[in-house]
């Protein structure tokens, strides 16, 4: 089945800098990578999302990459604000099954003022 | 667009009883519904997979017998705990889907609390 690796595990940075959450992936059948933030006590909500064949997709602050071939996607968020604060979990899904997904181990990201 | 809801958000149980779950999508035909498991600083865990009208296909090691999921609706999921024990306080989650989409929305999470 596919596995899913997330780092860092934790990420804290000064307000205004950016971010970056790595994953790798194994199964090379994946075709959608979705990323989700969740706070304390609540559902994971989709922030943005990737398909494999895209290479890159922005959105406002937030952008996601894709590389196929060697099997990782990361999550880039510029200008951070104290309500980036959260746990963000990549994931990974194959349409030949099933949409499932896999979820990476999640990052904790802080971000100080 | 794409609202899932879940009631209730909290619930304490005695450990024997039986307690339901219900997952709805408000704005939206849901014709698969996910149903997760998240255990404090953990990853979300899938437990089963239900199609409306269709039995549920569980995850290796989830017993089925003791976690009842029933999608009568495109828009009405729900997770029975039944003879609930200590160890099954969790915070659950349901997520939805529609047909040939890819992305899944998620509920606010339930959480069990079994004394």
């Known amino acids: 089945g596919e596995n899913v690796e997330q780092h860092p595990s934790t990420l804290s940075v000064q307000e205004g800098d950016s971010a970056v959450i790595k994953c790798t992936y194994s199964d090379s059948a994946s075709n959608y990578f979705p990323w989700y933030k969740q706070e304390l006590g609540k559902g994971p909500q989709l922030i943005i999302d990737i398909r494999s064949n895209v290479g890159e997709k922005k959105d406002q602050r937030i952008a996601v990459t894709l590389n196929k071939t060697a099997k990782h996607f990361s999550l880039h968020i510029t200008e951070t604000q104290p309500e980036d604060s959260a746990v963000y979990f990549c994931?990974?899904?194959?349409?030949?099954?099933?949409?499932?997904?896999?979820f990476g181990t999640g990052t904790q990201l802080k971000v100080e003022l | 667009g794409a609202v899932v809801s879940q009631h209730p958000s909290w619930v304490i149980c005695k450990s024997g009883t039986s307690v339901k779950i219900e997952c709805r999508s408000l704005?939206?035909?849901?014709?698969?519904m996910f149903w997760y498991r998240q255990f404090p600083k953990q990853s979300l865990m899938l437990m089963a997979t239900s199609n409306e009208g269709s039995k549920a296909t569980y995850e290796q090691g989830v017993e089925k017998d003791k976690f009842l999921i029933n999608h009568a609706s495109l828009t009405l999921s729900t997770l029975t705990v039944t003879s609930a024990h200590p160890e099954d306080s969790s915070f659950y989650i349901c997520?939805?889907?529609?047909?040939?989409?890819?992305?899944?929305?998620f509920g606010p999470g339930t959480r069990l609390t079994v004394t």
């Open positions: 997520s939805a889907t529609t047909s040939g989409r890819s992305e899944q929305y």
């Open positions: 994931a990974a899904s194959a349409t030949g099954g099933g949409n499932k997904l896999t």
């Open positions: 704005d939206f035909q849901a014709t698969t």
